[in-house]
Nanobody, 124 residues
Framework: QVQLVESGGGLVQAGVSLRLSCAASGGTFSSYAMGWFRQAPGKERDLVAAINWNGGTTHYADSVKGRFTISRDNAKKTVYLQMNSLKPEDTAVYYC?????????????????WGQGTQVTVSS
């Protein structure tokens, strides 16, 4: 069983940066692919970024390419989402997720474990 706890959300103005963190406990963190999803009010939860077990492969949604960077530190059992040049349309609850395979996240948006989410609000 893997527990995931997100942190770093908040209310910011457009154009600034924010870094989300997701700390894992239980299980073997390095054996999981990790991802960040987001869900805006009235919309489905969508994959924002994913990273494979050793950080060698990443994937980004088109809407965040060039602005967001996902990374992980297996020694600290933590995955990060660096968000730059934030826009009002980035406003959502951001969820951390762990999956058995990178493909499950990348192609199926499926995860085995989820965090509780952290709110990111970007004002114009």
């Amino acid at each position: 069983q893997v527990q995931l706890v997100e942190s770093g959300g908040g209310l910011v103005q457009a154009g600034v940066s924010l870094r989300l963190s997701c700390a894992a406990s239980g299980g073997t963190f390095s054996s999981y692919a990790m991802g960040w999803f987001r869900q805006a009010p009235g919309k489905e939860r969508d994959l924002v970024a994913a990273i494979n077990w050793n950080g060698g492969t990443t994937h980004y949604a088109d809407s965040v390419k060039g602005r967001f960077t996902i990374s992980r530190d297996n020694a600290k059992k933590t995955v990060y989402l660096q968000m730059n040049s934030l826009k009002p349309e980035d406003t959502a609850v951001y969820y951390c997720a762990a999956a058995i395979t990178f493909g499950n996240l990348r192609y199926g948006s499926k995860a085995n474990y989820w965090g509780q989410g952290t709110q990111v609000t970007v004002s114009s």
